[in-house]
Protein backbone atom coordinates (compact mmCIF):
# COMPACT_ATOMS: atom_id res chain seq x y z
CA UNK A 1 0.00 0.00 0.00
CA UNK A 2 1.48 3.31 -0.78
CA UNK A 3 1.07 6.70 1.36
CA UNK A 4 -0.37 9.66 -0.05
CA UNK A 5 1.98 12.59 0.05
CA UNK A 6 -0.10 15.54 -0.78
CA UNK A 7 -3.73 17.52 0.29
CA UNK A 8 -6.80 17.02 -1.81
CA UNK A 9 -8.00 19.48 -3.23
CA UNK A 10 -11.07 19.64 -1.40
CA UNK A 11 -8.72 20.40 2.07
CA UNK A 12 -6.88 22.63 0.00
CA UNK A 13 -9.95 24.54 -0.50
CA UNK A 14 -11.44 24.51 3.25
CA UNK A 15 -7.91 25.76 4.46
CA UNK A 16 -8.44 28.82 2.00
CA UNK A 17 -11.69 29.81 2.87
CA UNK A 18 -10.96 29.15 6.64
CA UNK A 19 -7.81 31.48 6.06
CA UNK A 20 -9.64 33.92 4.34
CA UNK A 21 -12.79 34.23 6.73
CA UNK A 22 -10.14 34.55 9.70
CA UNK A 23 -8.71 37.34 7.66
CA UNK A 24 -11.94 39.30 6.91
CA UNK A 25 -12.81 39.15 10.93
CA UNK A 26 -9.28 40.34 11.47
CA UNK A 27 -9.52 43.50 9.37
CA UNK A 28 -13.10 44.23 10.75
CA UNK A 29 -11.70 43.72 14.12
CA UNK A 30 -9.02 46.05 13.49
CA UNK A 31 -11.02 48.92 11.39
CA UNK A 32 -13.60 49.11 14.45
CA UNK A 33 -10.30 49.72 17.01
CA UNK A 34 -9.13 52.19 14.85
CA UNK A 35 -12.92 54.01 14.82
CA UNK A 36 -13.12 53.48 18.60
CA UNK A 37 -9.72 54.56 19.04
CA UNK A 38 -10.60 57.86 16.82
CA UNK A 39 -13.69 58.48 18.75
CA UNK A 40 -11.90 58.82 22.39
CA UNK A 41 -9.08 60.92 21.37
CA UNK A 42 -11.80 63.23 19.98
CA UNK A 43 -13.56 63.38 22.99
CA UNK A 44 -10.38 63.19 24.73
CA UNK A 45 -9.11 66.85 23.04
CA UNK A 46 -12.71 67.93 23.37
CA UNK A 47 -12.81 67.96 27.20
CA UNK A 48 -9.39 69.10 27.73
CA UNK A 49 -10.51 72.26 25.19
CA UNK A 50 -13.34 72.41 27.29
CA UNK A 51 -11.01 72.23 30.69
CA UNK A 52 -9.12 75.22 29.13
CA UNK A 53 -12.11 77.63 28.36
CA UNK A 54 -13.03 76.72 32.24
CA UNK A 55 -9.72 77.96 33.16
CA UNK A 56 -10.34 80.76 31.01
CA UNK A 57 -13.41 82.09 32.13
CA UNK A 58 -12.34 81.87 35.67
CA UNK A 59 -9.07 84.08 35.28
CA UNK A 60 -10.83 86.74 33.32
CA UNK A 61 -13.47 86.50 36.12
CA UNK A 62 -11.20 86.90 38.80
CA UNK A 63 -9.39 89.64 36.74
CA UNK A 64 -12.49 91.97 35.90
CA UNK A 65 -14.41 94.02 37.72
CA UNK A 66 -17.94 93.49 36.20
CA UNK A 67 -19.67 90.27 34.64
CA UNK A 68 -22.83 90.24 32.53
CA UNK A 69 -24.91 87.23 31.14
CA UNK A 70 -26.77 87.74 27.94
CA UNK A 71 -29.18 84.96 27.13
CA UNK A 72 -30.15 85.77 23.66
CA UNK A 73 -26.96 86.37 22.38
CA UNK A 74 -24.90 84.28 24.61
CA UNK A 75 -22.51 86.43 25.22
CA UNK A 76 -20.23 86.86 28.48
CA UNK A 77 -19.03 90.36 28.98
CA UNK A 78 -16.54 91.12 31.61
CA UNK A 79 -15.87 94.76 32.55
CA UNK A 80 -16.86 95.98 28.41
CA UNK A 81 -13.80 95.28 27.18
CA UNK A 82 -13.48 91.25 26.76
CA UNK A 83 -16.29 88.85 25.33
CA UNK A 84 -16.80 85.60 25.86
CA UNK A 85 -19.34 84.66 22.82
CA UNK A 86 -20.60 81.00 22.69
CA UNK A 87 -21.63 79.43 19.54
CA UNK A 88 -22.55 75.77 18.53
CA UNK A 89 -18.88 74.84 17.11
CA UNK A 90 -16.96 77.45 19.01
CA UNK A 91 -16.53 79.94 22.12
CA UNK A 92 -15.02 83.11 20.76
CA UNK A 93 -12.73 85.07 23.19
CA UNK A 94 -13.18 88.77 21.89
CA UNK A 95 -10.70 91.26 23.37
CA UNK A 96 -10.71 94.73 22.97
CA UNK A 97 -7.46 95.84 21.33
CA UNK A 98 -6.14 92.48 21.81
CA UNK A 99 -6.02 89.03 20.16
CA UNK A 100 -9.12 87.12 19.82
CA UNK A 101 -8.80 83.76 20.93
CA UNK A 102 -11.15 80.58 19.93
CA UNK A 103 -12.13 77.56 22.12
CA UNK A 104 -13.56 74.74 19.34
CA UNK A 105 -15.83 72.61 21.31
CA UNK A 106 -18.39 71.03 19.46
CA UNK A 107 -22.56 70.74 20.47
CA UNK A 108 -21.28 73.87 23.14
CA UNK A 109 -23.78 75.51 25.26
CA UNK A 110 -23.95 77.77 28.50
CA UNK A 111 -26.00 79.15 31.23
CA UNK A 112 -25.34 81.75 33.76
CA UNK A 113 -26.65 83.95 36.24
CA UNK A 114 -28.95 86.47 34.90
CA UNK A 115 -28.25 89.40 37.72
CA UNK A 116 -25.02 91.24 36.27
CA UNK A 117 -22.29 90.86 39.23
CA UNK A 118 -19.98 93.59 40.39
CA UNK A 119 -16.42 93.00 42.37
CA UNK A 120 -16.77 90.82 45.29
CA UNK A 121 -19.67 88.70 43.81
CA UNK A 122 -19.46 85.12 42.71
CA UNK A 123 -20.45 84.52 39.53
CA UNK A 124 -21.60 81.25 38.00
CA UNK A 125 -21.36 80.26 34.54
CA UNK A 126 -22.38 76.20 33.50
CA UNK A 127 -21.11 75.25 30.14
CA UNK A 128 -22.25 71.74 28.51
CA UNK A 129 -21.20 69.60 25.96
CA UNK A 130 -23.25 67.22 24.09
CA UNK A 131 -21.29 63.96 22.78
CA UNK A 132 -22.81 61.95 19.87
CA UNK A 133 -23.83 58.91 22.07
CA UNK A 134 -25.94 61.13 24.23
CA UNK A 135 -23.69 61.87 26.80
CA UNK A 136 -23.17 65.35 28.37
CA UNK A 137 -20.41 66.86 29.94
CA UNK A 138 -21.13 69.90 32.23
CA UNK A 139 -18.94 71.91 33.79
CA UNK A 140 -19.93 74.57 36.57
CA UNK A 141 -17.45 77.78 36.74
CA UNK A 142 -17.66 79.94 39.39
CA UNK A 143 -15.09 83.05 39.73
CA UNK A 144 -15.13 85.80 42.20
CA UNK A 145 -15.27 88.74 40.28
CA UNK A 146 -12.67 91.47 40.88
CA UNK A 147 -10.45 88.97 43.21
CA UNK A 148 -7.34 89.76 40.84
CA UNK A 149 -8.22 92.77 39.55
CA UNK A 150 -6.06 96.21 40.40
CA UNK A 151 -7.90 98.52 43.12
CA UNK A 152 -9.88 101.15 41.13
CA UNK A 153 -8.61 104.85 41.58
CA UNK A 154 -11.52 107.32 42.62
CA UNK A 155 -12.91 109.31 39.28
CA UNK A 156 -10.89 107.13 36.99
CA UNK A 157 -12.49 104.36 34.53
CA UNK A 158 -12.45 100.99 36.00
Known amino acids: MTRRRGLSLIELIATIAASAVLMGTATALVASLGQVDHRLRHEAASADELGRLARSIRLDLHASRAARWDEASQTLTLDGRLEYVFLPTVCRRLEAGGPA ?37 EVEVVGLVGRDAPPSNPGSDP
Open 101 to 137: GAFRIAELSASADADPAEAGALFRIRLTRREAHKRRQ
